[in-house]
């Protein structure tokens, strides 16, 4: 059965937030966009809003999805969406570290490969990226 993942491309003052994980093992350090599974029954940009809260401490506004279906191992799909924080400064509550990323930063850090392609088109939509 595939499962339904859900990532937040949390953007403010033209920088992106990365997150490096802690878990599992074999992810262990690697770079993602904060999220993580909807829950059977769930709105997806409504487990986005609460993984954001769990994960980050924060409260996010979504703004507009990227993407399509990114595919990840296993069989699931990942939905990514712009996201604002509007109350609260990210902390990483279940992440090793956070990164806010410059545009010419973007591939500073390790992204788990199923994000590559995510941080990729998000490039494209961040002001001062050599694409814009």
Not at 31 to 43: A, H, I, L, S, T
Not at 86 to 104: I, K, S
Not at 105 to 132: F, H, M, R
Request: contains cysteine; proline residues 9%.
């Amino acid at each position: 059965m595939t499962r339904l993942v859900v990532g937040a491309a949390i953007v403010g003052d033209g920088r992106l937030l990365a997150a490096q994980r802690a878990a599992p093992p074999e992810l262990r350090g690697g770079w993602e966009f904060p999220g993580g599974k909807v829950d059977p029954g769930e709105d997806e940009r409504a487990a986005l809003v609460r993984e954001c809260a769990e994960e980050l401490g924060v409260r996010v506004v979504l703004g507009r999805r990227v993407g399509g279906d990114w595919p990840l191992p296993g069989g699931n799909l990942m939905h990514v969406w712009l996201a604002t924080v509007v109350t609260g400064v990210p902390r990483p509550l279940e992440h090793l570290a956070l990164r806010w990323l410059e545009p010419h930063e973007l591939y500073d850090v390790a992204w788990l490969p199923a994000d590559l392609p995510v941080v990729a088109a998000i490039e494209k939509l961040l002001p001062g990226s050599a694409t814009t």
